[in-house]
């Protein structure tokens, strides 16, 4: 299976990028040119990694027929000067008033099958071509 994504250089430091039919917008830090007119690609990434986990929650809850209310993620993303290769990625689950003991553990690792992070632990191979 094979996708395909279409970006567009609208100006500025701006890189846009076509999915499907929806537009993605994204621009670099005033402080590195850019307008900072939407996320950085990098911020994209991340919240996709972060996306990722809360859908796989959702789903986890909404299959059980479990409250979602109150339902909330966070995720820090915290790089080690000495190791700037190295993140360390910590997912903060908020679960609903009452949520049942007995799924605590589950919704855990439903959010570990995220398929960002699977990429993540095992990366694709890259290449790069000048199309003629």
Known sequence: MSERLDLVFPGGKRVDVQIGPFLVATDQSVKVGGDAS???P???F???LAACAGIYALNFCQSRDLSTEG???SMEWERDPSQPLNPRVRFLLRLPNGFPEKYRAGILKAMDLCA???AI???PEFTAEILD
Request: hydrophobic content about 50%; cysteine-free; proline content about 11%.
């Open 38 to 40: 939407a996320p950085e």
């Open 42 to 44: 990098f911020a994209l």
């Open 46 to 48: 991340l919240a996709s």
């Open 71 to 73: 339902l909330g993620l």
């Open 116 to 118: 960002v992070k699977k």
């Open 121 to 123: 632990q095992n990366p």
